[in-house]
T-cell receptor
């Protein structure tokens, strides 16, 4: 089976940095995804890691350590529009399994 | 390129009824996955179809079923509805072969069971 843990909520100030951690235990590993989901909308793809290390894409970066079963999503220069739920998802042997999501609230 | 389209967007049913939800994937995508999303549980995997065959199935009772047509469109059905079936049902498509396995989601069908 698969177990994916991430914090339920985080709050940060506009312009700040927030790091969302994700730990996982899976039977088989074929990559880790981060998705963003605004309230009432579909999840949208943010990043993909399959090898250890940091992937940077603009204000967002994602890190993976396969040996530790650990990933984080780093959001820099936070903007109000970044207020959303962030979903960590692990691709196991045959399916993509999601964590419960972290709701990030950005305050002015 | 049109995205994933799900219909209906909202529906209300009563206990014991059945419901059918529809999903049209991105053109050229052959894999369709269905997820149930509830506030406390997050996204729970229901099943995945590829080329009209169910490839994988999650831990849901037999009341939940699905199918995929030759044009890759998919439907899921829930029979004998229970209050706990109230949720957002998300459909996601992917090419199905190669690539990262990234899923492209529709906006979902929000089911309320009274």
């Amino acid at each position: 089976g698969q177990n994916i843990d991430q914090p339920t909520e985080m709050t940060a100030t506009e312009g700040a940095i927030v790091q969302i951690n994700c730990t996982y235990q899976t039977s088989g590993f074929n990559g880790l995804f981060w998705y963003q989901q605004h309230a009432g909308e579909a999840p949208t793809f943010l990043s993909y890691n399959v090898l250890d290390g940091l992937e940077e894409k603009g204000r967002f970066s994602s890190f993976l350590s396969r040996s530790k079963g650990y990933s984080y999503l780093l959001l820099k220069e936070l903007q109000m529009k970044d207020s959303a739920s962030y979903l960590c998802a692990v691709k196991g042997d045959y399916k993509l399994s999601f964590g419960a999501g972290t709701t990030v609230t950005v305050r002015a | 390129k049109a995205g994933v389209t799900q219909t209906p967007r909202y529906l209300i049913k009563t206990r014991g009824q059945q419901v059918t939800l529809s999903c049209s994937p991105i053109s050229g995508h052959r894999s369709v996955s269905w997820y149930q999303q509830t506030p406390g549980q997050g996204l729970q995997f229901l099943f995945e179809y590829f080329s009209e065959t169910q490839r994988n199935k999650g831990n849901f009772p037999g009341r939940f079923s699905g199918r995929q047509f030759s044009n890759s469109r998919s439907e899921m059905n829930v029979s004998t509805l229970e209050l706990g079936d109230s949720a957002l049902y998300l459909c996601a498509s992917s090419p199905g072969r190669g690539g990262t396995g990234e899923l492209f989601f529709g906006e979902g069908s929000r089911l309320t069971v009274l």
